[in-house]
């Protein structure tokens, strides 16, 4: 399974934007860079997914960069249901979801 | 169209008994994961079923942990007997698919504390 890093902790005020970096070098060609975030006392959530191209969804947008080794994931207006632990993990074949430890966002008012 | 389910939400038991936890997909998805977090660490891949087949058992720790799924619907994750390590949260999730495109929907998890 591919190792990604991210930061332990983001902060961010609500209403802002928050850029959520995540690096996954050893990703393979065919895996797709998937997030998923677990909002307290609840199961992992989906995000959004993406291979190459940057993705759009309701909920955020994805920016992965060419050499496809790291993303970045957007909330283009943090809410405070926006705080929540936040996770990349490339998936391949296996279909196994590979979870690090995640990036804790906390949304002040 | 409901969710992922689990049950139960909460279960305390003592070292040595026995604990069964369920899982109920969303329907018409063939396949299921389990999923858990121990205290401290981070969420770990258990195994994966499609339909009642075990598609993949690679993460479950130790044959003290039985899951099953039979006609393929619902599933079970049996701990005989539970020890201290084994308390922590456990997910389940389904999907549709197995290709890296899909999204997998979890339950709440189930909180086992074992005594």
Redesign the interface.
Known sequence: DAKTTQPNSMESNEEEPVHLPCNHSTISGTDYIHWYRQLPSQGPEYVIHGLTSNVNNRMASLAIAEDRKSSTLILHRATLRDAAVYYCMPVGVYSRLTFGEGTQLTVNP | EAG?TQFPSHSVIEKGQTVTLRCDPISGHD?L?W?RRVMGK????LL?FVKESKQ?ES?MPNNRFLAERTGGTYSTLKVQPAELEDSGVY?C?S?QG????????????TRLLVL
Not at chain 2, 42 to 45: A, L, P, R, Y
Not at chain 2, 98 to 109: A, D, K
Request: aromatic share 24%; charged share 15%.
């Open positions: 992922v396949n994961y999923y981070e969420i770990k891949f994966h993949d993460g997910f999730a999907s197995t290709s890296p495109q899909e999204t997998q929907y979890f339950g709440p998890g």
